[in-house]
């Protein structure tokens, strides 16, 4: 069975950095594309970005472009988000999701974690 875990949410100042990481168990890592998404409080959730199989394909949300920047590790089974220069609409629970299929970017995503929580406050 596939399991998803993220960790490294928190609460951080505007302007500031947070690394969210997704550690994957079960399946194949190095054969999935991963993604990130979020939930903004009152909102649907969101694509953030994604990366292919191999790491050598990116994808990302124009309102993220130039802040945020996935990548892997598959000898790890990670994949991280590095969040820069936060503002407080990036206030969310960010989810890490997976995808079997060898398509990028992906349609749809097969297995998600639980999601870690991200707030941005003075």
């Known amino acids: 069975q596939v399991q998803l875990v993220e960790t490294g949410g928190g609460l951080v100042q505007p302007g500031g950095s947070l690394r969210l990481s997704c550690a994957v168990s079960g399946g194949t890592f190095s054969s999935f594309t991963m993604g990130w998404f979020r939930r903004a409080p009152g909102k649907e959730r969101e694509f953030v970005a994604a990366i292919s199989w191999s790491g050598r394909s990116t994808d990302y949300a124009d309102s993220v472009k130039g802040r945020f920047t996935i990548s892997r590790d598959n000898a790890k089974n990670t994949v991280w988000l590095q969040i820069n220069s936060l503002e407080p609409e990036d206030t969310a629970v960010y989810y890490c999701?997976?995808?079997?299929?060898?398509?990028?970017?992906?349609?749809?995503?097969?297995?998600w974690g639980q999601g870690t929580q991200v707030t941005v406050s003075v």
């Open positions: 999701a997976a995808d079997d299929k060898q398509h990028f970017p992906p349609s749809l995503y097969d297995y």
